[in-house]
């Protein structure tokens, strides 16, 4: 089975196709993400109006490009994936109405695949984990720990009651002037970090619903931000932090980040195995899923309660069109397909019923 799969809803272009074999493994032919960094960096995050004409601008030669990298052509496809939701509605609407017209002229099924449960699926393409499992999904725009027992088939059990983790990257490295996106920044400047000179709060620790709180965690980074410069200032030092303040906040920062999902994972874990038996994994997605501190601290954590950590390469967790190339496959092999008069969705949220069924207004 082949699927192309088109990803188009935040800053990322992105198209790739998967070949998913009798035994239902995936083997990605092609996988090119064209990112839109250097035309949102000025504005320091995602402009949806700039978004959207760029994705216009490069998605039909992105396309192309991984037809052209997994040497086929599009009848030689099973069907047609396109993120249909949640995003930046103007971009969702290229990717989405693009493959609707490569279904339509290639006689092919399309599939609008929910962003979210594409993260949540990557790692049954790159580590074939069995349901159920517990998911980490920590993105720009979403923070959450659900119980994956199918396809469409989720259950949160805690999420972000403020800010999204990712979120919480890019707005510490925004105030401690880093370039966007804040995420792959922050961790390489807390490479030459101490994590420990800044005793930053841990948010939520103990609490027993597995809920994440990053907005508190931010302003304790600014706060102490401002009182080291303040501190310069009255030493009569150079303006400005120093690359050593800067690279001990990331530090500090990362590891109070690293401390509480550690935490609220436990957490999860425990409520998991008495709601849904014993879980195959504890799997991370979504982009904060590319940051290795967090991968360290989760496998200890996942080492003390004897489960196993997948957590897919960093290029599959950050937004990309493998994932929805795969998650169209799941789909597909269930005869999930989607009509060509499907509206994208801004909002989508991954439960139960809102993942399986795949008509939506906006
Ligand atoms: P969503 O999936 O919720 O719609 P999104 O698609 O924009 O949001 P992703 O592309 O999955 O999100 O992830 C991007 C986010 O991941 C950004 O906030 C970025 O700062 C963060 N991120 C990327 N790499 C790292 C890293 N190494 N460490 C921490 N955060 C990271
Ligand atoms: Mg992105
Ligand atoms: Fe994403």
Not at 79 to 107: E, F, R, S, Y
Not at 310 to 338: F, H, Q, S, Y
Request: charged share 20%.
């Amino acid at each position: 089975m082949l699927v192309l799969g088109i990803e188009t809803t935040c800053d990322e272009t992105a198209a790739a196709v998967v070949r998913v074999d009798a035994a239902g493994k995936g083997e990605i032919l092609s996988n090119v993400v064209r990112s839109q960094i250097a035309e949102h960096a000025p504005y320091g995050g995602v402009v949806p109006e700039i978004a959207a004409r760029a994705h216009v601008d490069i998605v039909d030669l992105v396309i192309e490009q991984a037809l052209r990298q997994a040497d086929i052509g599009v009848n030689d496809l099973d069907a047609v994936a396109a993120a249909g939701g949640p995003g930046l509605v103007g971009g969702v609407l290229i990717g989405l109405t693009t493959a609707k017209a490569i279904a339509l002229i290639a006689g092919k099924p399309l599939i609008a695949v929910n962003h979210l449960e594409a993260h949540a699926l990557t790692a049954r393409l790159t580590d074939q984990v069995a349901f159920p499992y517990l998911l980490f999904l920590a993105s720009g725009g979403h923070t959450q720990l659900l119980a994956v027992t199918g396809v469409g088939s989720y259950t949160k059990l805690g999420t972000t009651i403020d800010d999204a983790i990712g979120e919480a990257f890019d707005k510490v490295a925004k105030l401690l002037d880093l370039p966007y996106p804040g995420g792959p920044e922050v961790e390489q400047r807390a490479k030459d970090g101490d994590a420990k000179r800044f005793a930053f709060p841990r948010p939520l620790a103990g609490r027993p619903d597995p809920d994440f709180s990053l907005s508190g965690l931010k302003t304790a980074v600014r706060q102490e931000a401002e009182r080291v410069l303040a501190e310069r200032v009255l030493a009569g030092r150079e303006a400005g932090l120093s690359d050593k303040d800067v690279a001990d906040l990331c530090a500090s920062f990362q590891m109070a980040v690293a401390d509480m999902v550690a935490d609220r994972c436990r957490v999860a874990i425990k409520l998991f195995r008495i709601r849904f038996g014993e879980p195959s994994a504890l799997v991370v997605a979504g982009g904060v899923g590319a940051n290795q501190t967090l991968k360290r601290v989760l496998q200890a954590t996942a080492d003390a309660t004897g489960l196993r950590l997948v957590v897919p390469p960093p290029k599959l967790c950050t937004d990309n069109g493998a994932m929805i190339a795969w998650a169209g496959a799941e789909r597909l092999a269930l005869g999930l397909t989607d009509p060509l008069d499907i509206a994208p969705r801004a909002r989508w949220p991954l439960d139960a019923e809102a993942a399986t069924v795949g008509s939506g207004r906006l």
